[in-house]
């Protein structure tokens, strides 16, 4: 015996009627704004104010000597200096520099300033930094250390655009155990 089940009607697919306007009104069509692309849209005025702002900064500081400039003045002759001589450039400590001079010994004079890369401590980033101060031939100039990175004061004041570390909490609070 074959069971028959009775199904719900399917809501009809046919689309809504749409009301038409009143007579007398007029349907209002809207202009179709366009493209969302760059040549489109109304570009912002700022980028125009920094670039004028950095070209006057620029400017004004095109005679100013910085603490770098004048430190760049001072040469160490790479083939010639002292371990201590060595120590006064940026970022270089007593080990490196006696690296420095292990190095030399065993390999002969440095060519060219490049091939101080090949001294285990000294990499490229850190040789951008010192190739100012570099030099195969002639006297060592430099007479002080020179101290290149942040121009923070090590234990000085907390900076007036920082606001100061709270303090942690003298509690743990529940459920983050120790």
Known sequence: MTTIRNFPEQPSLAPHP??????????????????RNARS??????PAAVLGATILFA???LGAETPGETAAAGKVNINQASAAQIAYLPRVG???ATRVLEYRKSNGPFARTEDLMEVKGIGEKLFLTLKPYLAVSGPTT??????????RKKG???PANKPAQKPAPATVPAGKGR
């Open 94 to 96: 007593a080990k490196v």
């Open 59 to 61: 400017a004004g500081s």
């Open 18 to 35: 749409v009301p038409l306007p009143a007579s007398g009104e007029r349907e209002r069509i809207l202009p179709h704004p366009g493209p």
């Open 156 to 158: 000085g004041s907390v």
């Open 41 to 46: 849209r109304r570009r912002p005025r700022w």
């Open 142 to 151: 430099l007479a002080a250390k020179v101290h290149a990175g942040s121009p």
